[in-house]
């Protein structure tokens, strides 16, 4: 018996040993770059700690020395925001966080997030990027890096361009007209947006990237086609939940399937099996085309597997496997980020009338169509403010390489980075810092994107606004997604207001303040969502009958 015990204990001990040996030299190299250090016994990318954080971190935090749960999870950045920036204000807008195995530095600082997005020499991927875990049906663009992140990216993007827009405008036009006379039936008001906005972006997706074209109405269809137990969309929903792609890359897949495995765990098998069934589909379906018509002129989609077929992953075209996962994370990349865009922007207009009356202003007396899109910038500047203050999503971690790296930051003060860290950019701080984004920082104001004298949109400070990343890695759906947003805006408001609906005695103006309330209440996983935004009812009305009203959240907003 004791002997059993000292066999386990040995490599316990020896692993405890080990981290707290790599922990004290990790904040020995952190101390030399003189900036403030703190350090963690677990990492916010650890799978397990993803898992089982939200529910263990509030516990940790009460007691003595649970200070460290405040910048180790995963979702910490906008924890810290509701916190009134606790972390930010005690340790500044650059520190050093010390972790068994690795040292991350936490950055607001506009000047180092510009650069470590754009030197793709000096800084490579990091191991603090989660991304890998997105290749659940294959590498791709996204989890890559070097020379075969090159490969990907001009593989895939190669037929990501004009033309995927001019389909993407008139698509998201029909989709939010047939959105909205769902809206306009629900006499009580509307609280489907978390559930409306990614079947409308999903839809355009389909369109203008996989030339498949759905209705909105039909797209809530509970029923899964032939040959299948899921509808493709129930499928992503399942699997595109943060939590669930840390089980998918941790568990072996034997467990999902024991009798006595957790329901959750079999229903998520069940979805990720299906879903790589609708990809191996949609290919064989693409193939076919492909075969039967050589000639026409190809959508993404069938780019992607005409470059398949051509060649191999080594002679620099597509493997099989990185066909299915670049099909994944285009598809979830493509849809998730753009729908919550939508959902917070529609949450903030509704809290601040006078921005849909400043809208309004330049959508009457424009065509709504592709051609008018770069005159709408009204519409794209709420796109920019919304994500100013909400980006739905961060840039991935970077880290230097084998050289230290000296840096310089928004202050001119130099530091030396040391070879092998990472740096990773604070997003919900760094873009309402007051000392570049004024007093008003943390106000929603879309009007301060437009130059005043000649209404151009203004280029903001260098690296403060990087809701897309920057350099060689940029989204490169930015432009697709801003086409998407603008479409869908311009529709809406062109011909309506959005209300929030009052409770009980609530007066307009409280139902407006709960609104604000509930859209700085966020949920962090793959994405930024509203938390419990099903809670929130809106009306949506014909503009004309409302001309004339009195506005009380007006006040000098605009
Ligand atoms: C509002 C909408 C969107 C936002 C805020 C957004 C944001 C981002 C961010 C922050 C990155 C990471 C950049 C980095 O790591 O430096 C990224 C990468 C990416 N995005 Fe988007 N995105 C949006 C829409 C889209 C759309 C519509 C598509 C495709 C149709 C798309 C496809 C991708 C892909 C494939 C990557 C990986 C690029 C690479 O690693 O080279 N995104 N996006």
Same mark, same amino acid.
């Given at each position: 018996m004791s002997s059993l015990f000292y066999t386990l204990l040995v490599p316990v001990l020896s692993y405890f040993l080990w981290n707290l040996i790599g922990i004290i030299k990790n904040i020995r190299k952190a101390r030399a770059i003189g900036i403030p250090v703190v350090w963690s016994?677990?990492?916010?990318?650890?799978p397990i700690w993803i898992i089982c954080s939200k529910k263990v971190a509030p516990y940790i935090r009460?007691?003595?020395? $649970?200070?460290?749960t405040d910048y180790s999870t995963i979702d910490w950045t906008w924890n810290d925001r509701e916190n009134d920036f606790k972390v930010l204000r005690k340790y500044g807008k650059v520190f050093a966080h010390v972790m068994p195995g690795k040292l991350v530095i936490r950055t607001a600082d506009p000047a180092m997030v510009h650069r470590v997005l754009s030197d793709r020499r000096a800084f490579v991927k990091s191991l603090a990027d989660v991304t890998d875990m997105l290749d659940i049906y294959g590498p791709s663009v996204v989890s890559r890096d070097g020379n075969e992140w090159q490969r990907h990216r001009r593989i895939t993007t190669r037929s990501f361009g004009e033309s995927v827009h001019r389909i993407a405008w008139p698509e998201a036009v029909r989709q939010t007209e047939q959105m909205v006379e769902l809206w306009s039936q629900d006499e009580r008001g509307f609280r489907s947006t978390a559930r409306d906005f990614p079947t409308l972006t999903l839809n355009v997706l389909m369109r203008a990237a996989y030339g498949v074209q759905y209705d909105f109405h039909d797209s809530s269809e509970k029923v899964p086609p032939k040959g299948h137990n899921r509808t493709y969309r129930d499928c992503l929903r399942e699997v595109m939940d943060m939590r669930n792609i840390v089980l998918l890359n941790i568990v072996p897949s034997f467990i999902f399937s024991f009798p006595w495995a957790p329901r959750r765990l079999r229903s998520l098998q069940t979805s990720s099996r299906e879903l790589e069934k609708y990809l191996i589909e949609s290919v064989v379906a693409c193939r076919e085309t492909l075969k039967s018509s050589p000639d026409k002129s190809m959508n993404f989609m069938e780019s992607l597997v005409q470059e398949n077929q051509a060649t191999t992953s080594k002679s620099g075209g597509l493997s099989d496997r990185e066909l299915y996962g670049n099909l994944f994370v285009w598809t979830l990349g493509g849809h998730e980020t753009t729908a919550n865009t939508l959902l917070f922007a529609l949450f903030l207009l509704a809290a601040f009338p006078m921005v849909q009356e400043w809208l309004f202003e330049e959508l009457d $007396?424009?065509?709504?169509?592709?051609?008018?899109f770069p005159r709408m910038k009204r519409s794209l500047a709420v796109m920019l403010e919304t994500l100013r203050m909400f980006p739905t999503i961060s840039p991935g971690s970077k880290a230097t390489g084998d050289c230290p790296v000296p840096m310089q930051t928004m202050e001119g003060d130099t530091l030396i980075i040391p070879p092998h860290t990472s740096i990773t950019p604070n997003l919900p701080a760094l873009q309402v810092l007051p000392e570049v984004?004024?007093?008003?920082?943390l106000t929603w104001r879309p009007?301060?994107?437009?130059?005043?004298?000649?209404?151009q949109l203004r280029t903001p400070v260098e690296g403060s606004f990087e809701p897309w990343g920057d350099g060689s890695r940029v989204c490169p759906g930015k432009k697709f997604a801003q086409v998407e947003f603008v479409a869908v805006i311009s529709c809406i408001f062109s011909r309506y207001k959005i209300e929030a609906v009052p409770e009980g005695e609530e007066s307009a103006e409280d139902a407006r303040e709960r609104v604000w309330k509930a859209v700085n209440k966020t949920e962090s996983g793959l994405t930024l969502k509203v938390e419990n935004s099903e809670r929130v009812a809106f009306k949506i009305l014909e503009r004309r009958a409302a001309s004339g009203e009195a506005n009380p959240m007006a006040g000098d907003h605009v």
């Amino acid at each position: 018996m004791s002997s059993l015990f000292y066999t386990l204990l040995v490599p316990v001990l020896s692993y405890f040993l080990w981290n707290l040996i790599g922990i004290i030299k990790n904040i020995r190299k952190a101390r030399a770059i003189g900036i403030p250090v703190v350090w963690s016994p677990v990492s916010p990318e650890n799978p397990i700690w993803i898992i089982c954080s939200k529910k263990v971190a509030p516990y940790i935090r009460r007691l003595p020395f $649970g200070d460290w749960t405040d910048y180790s999870t995963i979702d910490w950045t906008w924890n810290d925001r509701e916190n009134d920036f606790k972390v930010l204000r005690k340790y500044g807008k650059v520190f050093a966080h010390v972790m068994p195995g690795k040292l991350v530095i936490r950055t607001a600082d506009p000047a180092m997030v510009h650069r470590v997005l754009s030197d793709r020499r000096a800084f490579v991927k990091s191991l603090a990027d989660v991304t890998d875990m997105l290749d659940i049906y294959g590498p791709s663009v996204v989890s890559r890096d070097g020379n075969e992140w090159q490969r990907h990216r001009r593989i895939t993007t190669r037929s990501f361009g004009e033309s995927v827009h001019r389909i993407a405008w008139p698509e998201a036009v029909r989709q939010t007209e047939q959105m909205v006379e769902l809206w306009s039936q629900d006499e009580r008001g509307f609280r489907s947006t978390a559930r409306d906005f990614p079947t409308l972006t999903l839809n355009v997706l389909m369109r203008a990237a996989y030339g498949v074209q759905y209705d909105f109405h039909d797209s809530s269809e509970k029923v899964p086609p032939k040959g299948h137990n899921r509808t493709y969309r129930d499928c992503l929903r399942e699997v595109m939940d943060m939590r669930n792609i840390v089980l998918l890359n941790i568990v072996p897949s034997f467990i999902f399937s024991f009798p006595w495995a957790p329901r959750r765990l079999r229903s998520l098998q069940t979805s990720s099996r299906e879903l790589e069934k609708y990809l191996i589909e949609s290919v064989v379906a693409c193939r076919e085309t492909l075969k039967s018509s050589p000639d026409k002129s190809m959508n993404f989609m069938e780019s992607l597997v005409q470059e398949n077929q051509a060649t191999t992953s080594k002679s620099g075209g597509l493997s099989d496997r990185e066909l299915y996962g670049n099909l994944f994370v285009w598809t979830l990349g493509g849809h998730e980020t753009t729908a919550n865009t939508l959902l917070f922007a529609l949450f903030l207009l509704a809290a601040f009338p006078m921005v849909q009356e400043w809208l309004f202003e330049e959508l009457d $007396g424009i065509e709504l169509d592709y051609e008018s899109f770069p005159r709408m910038k009204r519409s794209l500047a709420v796109m920019l403010e919304t994500l100013r203050m909400f980006p739905t999503i961060s840039p991935g971690s970077k880290a230097t390489g084998d050289c230290p790296v000296p840096m310089q930051t928004m202050e001119g003060d130099t530091l030396i980075i040391p070879p092998h860290t990472s740096i990773t950019p604070n997003l919900p701080a760094l873009q309402v810092l007051p000392e570049v984004w004024g007093p008003d920082s943390l106000t929603w104001r879309p009007t301060r994107w437009l130059d005043t004298d000649d209404g151009q949109l203004r280029t903001p400070v260098e690296g403060s606004f990087e809701p897309w990343g920057d350099g060689s890695r940029v989204c490169p759906g930015k432009k697709f997604a801003q086409v998407e947003f603008v479409a869908v805006i311009s529709c809406i408001f062109s011909r309506y207001k959005i209300e929030a609906v009052p409770e009980g005695e609530e007066s307009a103006e409280d139902a407006r303040e709960r609104v604000w309330k509930a859209v700085n209440k966020t949920e962090s996983g793959l994405t930024l969502k509203v938390e419990n935004s099903e809670r929130v009812a809106f009306k949506i009305l014909e503009r004309r009958a409302a001309s004339g009203e009195a506005n009380p959240m007006a006040g000098d907003h605009v």
